[in-house]
């Protein structure tokens, strides 16, 4: 009656694994050359594996299960331990930088070690670049190692307690003192004490702070500055007061503090003054562009359209294998009497392969994305150099499209990431809420990134206006629209309530989905300028509008550049199973999914729509369905990188989960550290002796 | 120039205290008698408080913000004390149950600790009572005072490592052995090792085992069994092997444990045995419905659905409260030149308000099927105990009802509050991202629901696939449906195309609005419907209708009762506020959540979608805004209840919160425990001695 194996089995046990190994094996394109589409080329392929095969080897970098174990103050301890190591690779690889592709690897191999480092070397250097002048930069980045975490920690000090998205509106003061030649950094009440500012807590010896420039009395708005926390022996500075600000909803690796500034002084060249300068007579030169000092923020917005690239990987990843692996309920269709595969059943497909899509299709956008952004700040830092006010200008311009286009594929971007992980973590049943399943503290350290650096409904906004503003502009002005908002120019033609397409065929078609995203942004620009117009001129009242247009212009961003790509691709081979992805990405996360918009709009009729949901997207998925292990396999995640009991790459699901189970929690200690007290609350006395028989017939007895 | 008043501030810092209060001044209803309306009757509404007030001040019970920053092993500790001490309060208030109200209250104040006791009172016992005699469970929960949680602790062995939601599927062996009259209850294999099961790590003495029962060697299906897992001395039964099953996404607080048995014999009189017999000769007598022995997860599925109501609530308290005392960017329209609260964006009020609608209006159901519950049960009960068969089918049939409404209700209600949980955080900015603001917590404790006792994708195709054979009844057969598919039996009417409502005005009708739903789930099951016939009957492919179908039904469920509520509402002065909050969620939660649906199947043509979207829908939010202070507070909970920074009853919110972080993590404590070690890294000498000089030009020449 027993099996015996590698245990005593009185049946024959589940075989996840030759679930996975069958699917590999019909796979009819190969993951490695897909992932050399999906990073641009085989070169940075090859840089990526090569990293994380440094960091996966590390004692000191690979996080693995027991990661999920650690308590608050253990994750401060590792991320801190880790950063310290990676500041050693960065010495002998003479790579200052850990920005850009290292960065992003990171990022999602321990997303505390990156942001931790990322507040340092992204947020306080891309300040001091952005805002100071080559010199500047010079001293604090290079001349002090900073680039290798060597004697100094830099911090950002941009958030307020009271003020968060109103940069404009921040409340710290920088107020110039002739007689000294210093500026003097104070914090005027509650309201704006720093917060939420990493590293502050226990890590910085610097901060980049944003505070209004205070001269002769005069307010000139919110600039930048130097401002040291602590000295060389880390003790905190005169006149700086920091704190912990406590437990995350994730990222407790992360020391995130509050800073209190009270009469802090700073000599008058710790202002970073690459665009705004004060004399030491008191005289102000003010910036061109006030929106120039908030370019730090746009490398951490450029690289969270990367992160929900590779977030949406890594979950759906799992989330995919797990579905080949996990059989539940038996169907008729079974021909050998075993439950039906999950990845079998046509809800989990249209749960899941949407996300799939999503991941792909993001990849392409955001490496354009991050491009477009190396490009323009470069051509910004020569122009500055060289004093060319033309080319300053010219960078503004470019600038502003960056802005645009980084606020509503960040939202978009993030926003998707966020409900990728949640369903991916659904979709794997109960196994999906254990913390070894990756979901839990994935969704926990992902989500904050939809608030921070720009919250993701005030990015959104900020791009519905000029939308709006420029539709009105093309229709009553005949005015003519540039770069990536030049597809209003066509606004006059959809200005009415005619059905676009008719047919569903059209819309496998990129180029006309892209017409019927366009046409939608318009007509939904229409309504909202006339409600603007209705509420006198207040673009506050077209917030849910302007929400949907930023969506609308992300997923158009990504689907030109996936399209533009795949015209292009080395690859070709690869072509039908990129171009199915695509199809899939059209019907389903942008037909479908706004298929209230553009049913509302009369973009499309009702039939389109139904016949999209009832027969489309069930096609594509089936075609799908058939190399969905190699489409993850394409991320080129390792398990380390995964760092998943459901996803590994074997596949074998179960022995993987119970053994991870078992080694952190080892099953001799099935009695808990408070089993005593436990059982003495359970096996208590009766309530009468503990009462001390007060309330008993004999005490009844006396009082009667 | 510095204002001193409780601190030295050189600047008046800002007031939002003063902004909650004047929200109450202008309040137009009473929120105390809102609460009767919620809670059915002032004198439930007492009840709640009584229980609160109770918690709230005993110092074993009041989490307090310090919940947030514990480890999971004090959280178990801290769980454990309070069931504790709710044992006492359960024995000297002689209310053995802690279940309805109480156990409904509990899990809002401390859902780890109301889940954790639930395991043992709500499922074990649960399924004592629903699949044992009257003996059966007369002696489980009342000899053993297990209502008091003395000498036994249950836990409910349903789950195991390979089979959730198919649980005719299970695999774990229950073999009845003739010749010592016991049964033998086996684990076959790794994935039928019982997994998740709350409890079992630490705490129980015994487990209601769901086991296949083989006599004579046939396999008659899965049953339920009473199994000790531990002894009186609470060690483990020979045969009986746990663990921990470790980390989860959220409550911690629970000892989830998985548990293999090898051979372990138990009494034949430890079967439960209501409904399936099985004598001493190995004759077996068959439940009428295998669906009766869930009927414990029934209970379940209610109490979530109460849940959703009272999370919802909790989450909206929160975010409108921030909403209201939280500034951020100036707008013309803001006369006094202060920066506008967020609750005046017409956005946020779109973002929250639909969420403050879902509270209210799910109150109404929530009650509804908590009583179509305990009658149902009870009904059932006295007709098995009075062997009256007539009585026990009809009770069949309402259980049937009760599934499919449960399931409806279950998986949308959890489903809604996960959204809302989330976009209220994420409503809050970057603060709702900090432990203190309470929604991590919330959100991480809440999600499993979406996915335990019974997977809500699971559930919401359990729904779709009655409702489309009804309609095919209907249509094809002239069959006459009952109960809440009857409206079912207008199919006929609605098999065409035409749109049914073409002026917005109709929609602001609860009546039309309940006929708009039912019209649209006839066409979505009608074209179901032809979907399955596509697919040779196949059900698994109408999945994506399915869901569709399962969260419009229960919609209407809801709606449906909420009107009922009114128009017996014995507190009419509160009408036409309610009223309000109904038509909201009509405009908002129904037609434009489900716009695409709704258009696609021409149930209103896209011009009333474009007004709702744009006139409607604003204008509604513009009423709900005067009195939404008054209507967070109707929900009557306590900052106790609360748990946050960022939602407490005075408004402080700035002082609240930095009190809270101050006092958690006090600010001497500048240098972090490792600092030392980060100090050192940071503070590293150079390169080239750390590499003792070997690469140096020394080296070199005397290598060269």
């Known amino acids: 009656m027993s099996v015996v194996s590698n245990s005593v089995d009185s049946a024959a046990p589940p075989n996840p694994r030759a679930l996975l190994a069958a699917e590999r094996a019909q796979s009819k394109f190969d993951p490695a050359t897909m992932n050399y589409f999906l990073e641009t080329s085989k070169e940075t392929s090859d840089t990526i594996k090569e990293f994380v095969q440094q960091l996966e080897r590390d004692p000191i970098m690979n996080p693995g299960a027991k990661q999920y174990e650690l308590t608050k103050e253990q994750q401060r301890v590792v991320t801190a331990r880790r950063i310290a190591r990676l500041a050693q690779y960065a010495e002998t690889q003479n790579d200052p930088t850990f920005q850009g592709l290292r960065a992003s690897i990171m990022s999602v191999f321990d997303p505390q070690v990156g942001t931790r480092l990322g507040v340092n070397l992204g947020l306080f250097i891309g300040c001091v670049r952005g805002n100071g002048t080559k010199d500047q930069y010079d001293y604090w980045y290079k001349q002090k190692e900073t680039g290798y975490v060597r004697g100094i920690y830099g911090c950002f000090g941009m958030t307020e307690l009271a003020h968060g998205s109103n940069v404009a509106g921040l409340e710290t003061t920088a107020t110039f003192d002739e007689k000294t030649d210093e500026f003097i950094i104070n914090t005027p009440h509650i309201g704006a004490t720093k917060w939420w500012i990493g590293g502050a807590a226990h890590s910085s010896t610097h901060c980049s702070v944003y505070a209004r420039l205070i001269v002769k009395g005069e307010d000139y708005g919110v600039k930048t500055f130097v401002v040291p926390l602590r000295d060389a022996n880390h003790n905190l500075m005169p006149g700086v007061a920091v704190g912990d600000i406590g437990a995350k909803m994730g990222r407790d690796g992360i020391d995130n503090g509050w800073i209190q500034f009270s009469s802090v002084r700073i000599p008058r060249f710790f202002m970073l003054q690459k665009f705004c300068k004060v004399t030491a007579e008191g005289d102000v030169t003010l910036p061109p562009l006030e929106q120039l000092s908030y370019s730090a923020l746009l490398g951490g917005r450029v690289s969270m359209v990367m992160d929900s690239y590779r977030w949406s990987a890594k979950a759906v990843t799992v989330a995919l294998r797990y579905a080949v692996c996990r059989r539940q309920f038996k169907s008729k269709s079974q021909a050998d009497g075993s439950e039906t595969q999950l990845i079998n059943y046509p809800l989990h497909q249209r749960r899941l392969f949407p996300f799939l899509a999503q991941a792909i299709v993001f990849s392409a956008g955001s490496w354009k994305l991050e491009h477009t952004f190396n490009e323009v700040l470069d051509t910004l830092d020569k122009a500055v150099e060289t004093n060319d006010m033309k080319r300053i200008f010219a960078s503004i311009d470019a600038m502003k499209s960056l802005f645009l286009d980084s606020a509503a594929l960040k939202s978009t971007g993030t926003w998707l990431t966020a409900e990728c992980i949640d369903q991916c973590r659904q979709s794997c049943g109960g196994h999906g809420y254990s913390s070894y399943s990756g979901f839990g503290k994935s969704y926990n350290d992902w989500v904050v990134q939809c608030t921070w650096e720009g919250d993701n409904s005030v990015l959104a906004m900020s791009v519905g206006k000029p939308v709006i503003k420029a539709v009105v502009a093309v ?37 006309n989905v892209l017409r019927a995203i366009e046409v939608l942004i318009t007509r939904i620009g229409i309504q909202g300028a006339k409600v603007v117009a209705d509420n006198g001129g207040n673009f506050d009242s077209v917030g849910a509008p302007s929400l949907a247009i930023a969506k609308l212009k992300a997923h158009h961003y990504f689907l030109e550049e996936f399209h533009r790509r795949l015209q292009s691709n080395e690859y070709k081979e690869l072509n039908p199973y990129l171009e199915l992805i695509g199809k899939l990405y059209c019907a389903s996360n942008v037909i479908e999914k706004f298929a209230g918009d553009f049913l509302t709009y009369n973009v499309i009729p009702g039939s389109v729509a139904r016949e999209i949901t009832n027969v489309t997207l069930p096609a594509l998925c089936a075609e799908v369905r058939k190399n969905v292990v190699a489409y993850t396999d394409a991320f080129q995640f390792s398990d380390s990188m995964l760092n998943s009991s459901l996803g590994k790459y074997d596949g074998d699901v179960y022995e993987n989960y119970y053994n991870t189970v078992k080694t952190l929690n080892p099953p001799e200690n099935h009695k808990a550290p408070y089993s005593a007290e436990f059982e003495a609350a359970l096996n208590r006395g009766p309530l009468d002796a503990r009462e001390r028989y007060e309330k008993g017939a004999e005490v009844a007895a006396i009082f009667v």
Chains 1, 2 share one sequence.
């Open 475 to 511: 229709l009553e002005k005949g005015a003519k629209e540039k770069g990536s908002l030049s597809f209003l120019n066509n606004a006059a033609k959809y200005d009415n309530d005619e059905i676009v397409f008719s047919n569903t065929s059209d819309l496998l078609d990129f180029s």
